[in-house]
């Protein structure tokens, strides 16, 4: 009899216990924000200005030679975070807001692969565009990625100056100058 009195004490002692232990648990809410990014950049090893120059001729009765009128030393870094329903794409549009290209010119850009150095959805490169006072696309179809930062990171942007057709009587060593490129990454 003393054992079950001893068992019954024991079962009466920890009910209470037992009744606590059942609210253990709770809860609460998490808010994720992320936020909308459209970032880009131009890098160069040494700084972002570049010259492009038109070569006198060595010999008399040759034209001015355009070959090295080339540069491949800068590169477009970029960050993007689109939102898929409402704004699922984006593009980088390049065009001259300062200066003028010399009459006998073009200038022309084209924008390489990515490098490889980010990751998500990098957007390609269109073909080699004429640069003008209009935006030009070249890239396009950019979506939530990152390419990486500085030189050797992101899409090697391919300048070179170009002859336009039947122009060559249009050369002037006067119209020599500075342009400014401005590169913008925006909502398809």
């Known amino acids: 009899m ?3 009195k001893k068992h019954i004490a ?7 216990l037992i009744a606590f232990a059942q609210n253990n648990n709770d809860n609460h809410s998490v808010q994720v924000s992320i936020p909308e990014v459209a970032l ?5 090893t040494s700084g972002t200005s570049i010259t492009l120059s038109v ?6 009765g040759q034209p001015a030679d355009l070959t090295n009128a080339k540069d491949s030393s800068l590169w477009l870094n970029y960050s993007s975070v689109i939102g898929s329903q409402t704004e699922p794409r984006r593009e980088v549009y390049a065009k001259i ?7 006998a010119l073009k200038l022309r850009v084209f924008a390489s692969p990515d490098a490889g150095n ?3 959805f990098m957007g390609t490169p269109t073909n080699e565009k004429t640069l003008t006072t209009n935006d030009k696309r070249i890239i396009k179809n950019i979506r939530t ?14 300048y070179r100056l170009k002859l336009r057709n039947n122009k060559y009587h249009k050369f002037d060593f006067d119209e020599s ?3 400014t490129v401005l590169y913008t990454i925006t909502d398809s």
């Open 97 to 103: 807001t300062q200066g003028t290209v010399p009459s």
């Open 177 to 179: 100058t500075t342009l």
């Open 2 to 4: 003393k054992r079950i």
């Open 118 to 120: 980010g990751d998500g």
């Open 145 to 158: 990625s990152y390419t990486g930062n500085g030189v050797g990171s992101g899409h090697r942007l391919n």
């Open 55 to 60: 070569e006198a001729p060595s010999e008399a």
């Open 10 to 16: 024991i079962l009466l002692l920890s009910s209470p």
């Open 40 to 44: 880009v950049d131009i890098e160069g």
